[in-house]
């Protein structure tokens, strides 16, 4: 716009031959590189969708005998995830002449995650007091090794909680995500998805105050 | 003293590197909304605080949309010259009776989308020329029903054609869990137990309080 505006006005007068500047300007291209670097760096940092890795135990066919793995009913916590983003749990293993009551909890800072600290303290307090003896030189240990040592010591322990998941028929799946999340944030070594029982969903039913279908009433 | 002479300044700003910057910005913007891969439905990632990036090749990714449809997409593998997905595509072919023409499998090695079509309709869906039309057929997804479980055909023909293939589940968070659970059980039939589920960051705070 600016060019033109000149060029309307050297029409009036004599026709002089325009000066070329001897130098180039490179404020665009520099601006350009700029821009450019800045645009690229920040796409490719922010436009991958991350990912979260899950492993699950091998299936056990139907034909083959192979014992379900038995599990000490003491560490046993069981979280079943229930309708409108509601958590529930329980401890134990749920006997069906007295189903044990289910605690309702939520998804936030203070619901699942307290429980599951409370239970899994005794491996932060060893996992703190080996960063400790780390620290004091107790341990010598080298600097790329501490994750992979804390890591061991995370499969080696048997004091935590093993986590049970199961989901109510009307989960989504976002509260799966968000279980499996928790249970990374949290440190928790033992967790696995197994399917709802039939006392489990009664369990649900009553605490959402569901009359029970006849055939689970058997 | 003499005074000191202060250089003319011209009464317009040149707007040229403002023009370029904008018209460079306009173009490439343009670009990369046409070059990235549309998808069939659209699919609200629940949050996660995982940091772990998606890989860029080698992956298969089993699509739930948010009204429980099921898609199915897989890439060409790590370098163009391996052609993964036609191959997938005429092995499928086979085992459904169906012959599918040079022309369509490269249609098919072309489109990077998620499809959603039983095998059935493939090949309307390949002469479709553009998503609208696409979208009419994908009403139902990919059947997972025992009868006819085409889902696990194409994770099994998949994982024989690409023995590296990892597997992406990028799931709407409203998805209903039996669907997610469905999958999951035909994922491990077919013996795949580590998935990556596609998540969006999320800014959480941890405090590990630890009390004697």
Redesign the interface.
Same mark, same amino acid.
């Given at each position: 716009?600016?060019e033109i505006?000149?060029e309307e006005k050297q029409k009036g007068g004599k026709k002089k031959p325009k000066k070329g500047s001897a130098h180039i300007d490179m #404020?665009?291209m520099v !601006?350009?590189m700029c *821009? *450019?670097l800045t =645009?690229f760096m920040l796409t490719t940092a922010f436009s991958?969708?991350?990912?979260? %890795? /899950?492993? @699950?135990? %091998?299936?056990i066919r139907k034909d083959e005998k192979v014992e379900p793995p038995k599990i000490a009913e003491s560490r046993t916590l069981n979280i079943i *995830?229930g309708p409108q983003d509601k958590v529930y749990w329980y401890p134990g293993k749920a006997d069906p002449a007295s189903p044990p009551p289910l605690q309702e909890t939520d998804f936030s800072?203070t619901g699942i995650r307290q429980v599951l @600290?409370d239970r899994n303290?005794a491996l =932060? $307090?060893k996992i !703190?007091d080996f960063e400790k003896k780390v620290v004091s030189g107790e341990i010598e240990i080298k600097q790329d090794s501490l994750a992979a040592a804390i890591k061991q010591l995370k499969t080696d322990d048997d004091t935590g909680p093993i986590v049970l998941i199961k989901?109510?028929? #009307?989960?989504?799946? $976002?509260? =799966?995500? !968000?279980i499996? !999340?928790e249970m990374? /944030?949290v440190g928790i070594a033992r967790y696995t =998805?197994t399917d709802i029982s039939w006392l489990e969903e009664g369990m649900v039913n009553t605490s959402l105050g569901i009359a029970p279908p006849p055939a689970a009433a058997k | 003293m003499p005074k000191i002479k202060l250089p003319k300044k011209s009464p317009h700003i040149d707007m040229t590197p403002m023009v370029d910057l904008f018209t460079l910005l306009l173009t490439f913007f343009i670009l990369t909304a046409t070059t990235r891969p549309q998808e069939p439905a659209p699919v609200d990632t629940p949050f996660s605080v995982s940091e772990k990036v998606v890989m860029d090749a080698n992956i298969m990714t089993v699509m739930l949309a948010a009204d429980n449809r099921i898609f199915f997409n897989v890439d060409n593998g790590h370098d163009t010259i391996l052609h993964f997905r036609p191959k997938i595509l005429a092995e499928m072919g086979k085992r459904y009776n169906i012959e599918f023409t040079p022309e369509e499998l490269r249609k098919f090695e072309k489109s990077n989308t998620a499809f959603g079509v039983p095998i059935q309709q493939m090949k309307a869906y390949l002469a479709a020329g553009n998503m609208k039309d696409r979208e009419a057929l994908e009403v139902k997804g990919i059947p997972i029903d025992s009868a006819d479980n085409q889902l696990a055909l194409w994770i099994l023909f998949s994982r024989q054609i690409n023995p590296a293939v990892n597997t992406l589940i990028k799931g709407d968070a409203n998805v209903d869990y039996p669907v997610v659970k469905e999958v999951l059980d035909i994922l491990q039939d077919k013996n795949v137990n580590r998935f990556n589920l596609i998540t969006n960051l999320e800014a959480v705070k941890v405090e590990q309080e630890i009390t004697e």
């Open positions: 716009m600016a505006i000149q #404020t665009p !601006d350009l *821009l *450019l =645009f991958k969708p991350k990912v979260m %890795e /899950i492993v @699950l135990p %091998e299936k *995830l800072a @600290l303290r =932060f $307090k !703190d989901a109510y028929k #009307t989960s989504k799946y $976002k509260n =799966f995500v !968000d499996i !999340d990374s /944030i =998805f | -």
